[in-house]
């Protein structure tokens, strides 16, 4: 069925591709022909033992996963996500420490909440204005230069995120990050808005998080990828049910878990796989992304500062030079059907997320609305 639909630019809960929508509205009433809703089926069941198999071998296959890692469909979101790893993680040396690289508003939130467990540390971070090729950039616009990364001697961990999805700086040169740090320290990457997106080299880490509802369906369910290794040192206060071995143990049903949510994400896997995977949303996310960018530098009326080589393919924050039109700009572009375009409270302006499940045709939609604002009003 065609869906009328307007552009949705937000930053999560965003998109959902049409056919997953289409499926969704089927499997609500009856799921495979069973005559139960999708939305009663029991964890216990052979019904979700289908759903869940599916879910996690699309993504296995879909990310290339070596043996070495698991998959744990967990609750708690990407902020829970900030406590789950320290508790699971921070033990793993004796000296209970784990180290961070500041470059937004997420990586800042993920360092406050670990440094409730143990010694935790800034080793590099983007808060201030630098010179690059003798231009000045304003604090988070930016990434540390990989050889400026150093773990402290006994941490267990560096911990980073791979896109800042308020601030637009996406990284992902993960593996020179890895070869440069302490051999007793892994990497742990918060891959919440760019899981999915583009290839990431997956393999030279010890776990990635990420939230499901940017690239992955639908919020309550959140993705970690945990090296096998690196399971079974919980600290003694994790609650069970945040405890890693419990939920590889049990399948991630240790207790119930989100099943409408993992059942979404199966379907949205499905999808990426039968459009192409990762290469094809990779060459998509490029596409659009440098579109968007292309038409931002080419006036003084809109402004992105980011760093060329860290811009975000999936969230791009912009400005008007003019800030008094931000709120005119997005009244009229909502009436166009081009929506949640405002900007995180914390930075303002504008954003456009344009996730995997985002078409060629929004972007179009919003840089022909934003030519023609900047007619009027410029
Ligand atoms: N990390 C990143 C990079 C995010 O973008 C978000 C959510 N926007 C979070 C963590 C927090 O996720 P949640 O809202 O699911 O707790």
Redesign the pocket.
Known sequence: MDLARFWNFS??PSMLPDPVLNQISIDILDWNSTGISVADINHRSKHFEIIYNEAESYLRSLLELSSDYCILFMQ???????AIVPMNMIGRNRANKADFIISG???S??YLEACRYGDVSVIADNSYITKIDDHDYDPYTWFPANESIKTRYGSSYLQF??????NGVEFVDWSGIANNINSDAVLVV????NLLTRKLDINCTGVVF?????NAGI?GV?IFIVRKDLIGKALHICPSIFDYMNIFNEHSRYNTPPVFAIYVTGLVLKWLKMNGGIKRMEYSNLEKSQLLYNFIDSTSFYINKIHSSVRSRV?IPFFLSNNLLTDIFIEKAENLGLMNIRGHRSLGGLRASIYNAMPIDGVMALINYMRDFECYYG
Do not use: M, P, R, V
Request: one cysteine or more.
């Open positions: 930053a999560g708690g979101g990407g902020q829970g996500a900030n508003y997420w990586s939130k993920s995120c791979s896109n800042e999805t308020i918060d891959a919440s808005s990420a939230c499901a509802q940017k919020s959140t969230n």
